[in-house]
């Protein structure tokens, strides 16, 4: 019954005010029985946008004015029909419009790439009770006189449509290998041709990437040279268009390249303790630590930045022999300087104390008074000024006094960063278990020294490339990590290879 009540009220509407050939105003009823007369006012074009003023007088079944103060009206956006499609563009978010009582408004911007010419907007138009329900979102539909949505036709000029849209900036070398299933281009070069392209209707001013201007090679394409530093590179590209808009973007790409370690003068220097023979009979000598000392020397001494004189080999050092070298250490260590201390021979873990030793050649089974801690190793470590200590020891040591840590093969840092601060780390062929004569620890890092054709190798690195083979080929499992409590700051030893002529 009320709908029937609704449609012979609008035909009552258009028996008096006529067939409303105007499609800027309609007549509608909401469901709430309220009636009212909508006419569409507009505003001249200015600045890209225009805006639709809905004008409501409220109406009674008898046409005369009344006052309404309860309903609302609102545009649904969600529904509004443009022509020619993209023609423009609502500038406001939301599924409706502000909401009034008196007067309904949308603003709508014109698409710079439109040319101009006569736009068609339909504006569904959408009712609440009151305040409160609109505020709740309880909309719905309007009653209409035929045809069912306010129409409303605008003129635009395109001489007067601005450019608002900066330019399309894209890059086109370097891009992401995907066959190597990168996620952001890697360059091996400590410098990179950079090219993008910039396109706008209006046409492109120019383009800066990271600030220096860009140089043109064809129509919409420029280039730029950049240098690079080691880790990853954002880099900035902007444009702007004649008509003023500026657009920018970045770009991140990762360098691999390793500039020239700066290094102050530092020596590298390193010493290496093998215990071949005890003196106590109960504790079995061993074939190979001296001749391991001997390998190793020779790949530091020929393959990288160690001088012979500065690669000292204790054969068969007794506890006070060990000491009395540990002592004097700072009396020809400076600050710019790095050492190695290797020690391979027998170890002992104390599992019911938590305390590890190494066993010097004149250890007795029976008399731990001549057994060297490792804390004490480790406290010779942190009294140590040099910049980077690296203890690498071919024996069990206590696996409390490392703190691992796991090595992230993708992570690129510049080694001049992680050279500058202080370290102590440490390189174990196992943890606890005892370790073998024939060491595969030993023999896997001499090979990869050898091995190895970077100029510079951080022992991170270097140990990630000999664990595995380690674990495959011993029961022990092989640990690295910062020596706790003695001065490591987050840097790296890093073996430099020497430049043969």
Known sequence: ??????????????????????????????????????????????DNIFTITLKVDWINNNLKPVKNKTTVLAINAQDIKIYPENAVNITQAGAVTLFSNEEVQITLGANPNFEGGEVTIELPLVAANDLESAQLGHWREVFYE?????????TIDGSKIKDVFAPEIIVTSPLVNKNKNEEIPIIDEKMVDFYVTAVDKGGVKWVKINGRKAKNEF??????????????NTIKITSEDNAGNISEIKYDLICTHQYELKTNGGIYYAILIAENDYKDPSINNLANPISDAKKLKKVLVENYSFEDDYVYIMENPTRAEIIQEFEGLNDYIGEDDNLIIFYAGHGYWDAYKEIGYWLPSDASMGDKSNWLRNSTVKDYIGAVNSRHTLMITDACFGGSIFQTRAIEGRNVVAYQKIYEMPSRKGMTSGTLKEVPDESIFLQTLVKRLEQNDDRYLPVSKLFNSMRDAILNNSPNVPQFGTIQGVGDEGGEFIFIKRIKE
């Open 1 to 46: 019954m009320k709908k029937l009540l609704f449609i012979s009220l609008l035909g009552l509407f258009a028996t008096v005010f006529g067939s409303f050939n105007d499609n800027n105003s309609l007549l509608i009823s909401t469901y709430d029985n309220h009636n009212a007369f909508i006419t569409a006012e507009t505003s001249d074009f200015e």
């Open 146 to 154: 035929q045809p069912k949505k306010l129409v409303v036709k605008y």
């Open 219 to 232: 129509v919409g394409e420029y280039h730029q040279t950049i240098s690079l530093f080691t880790g990853i």
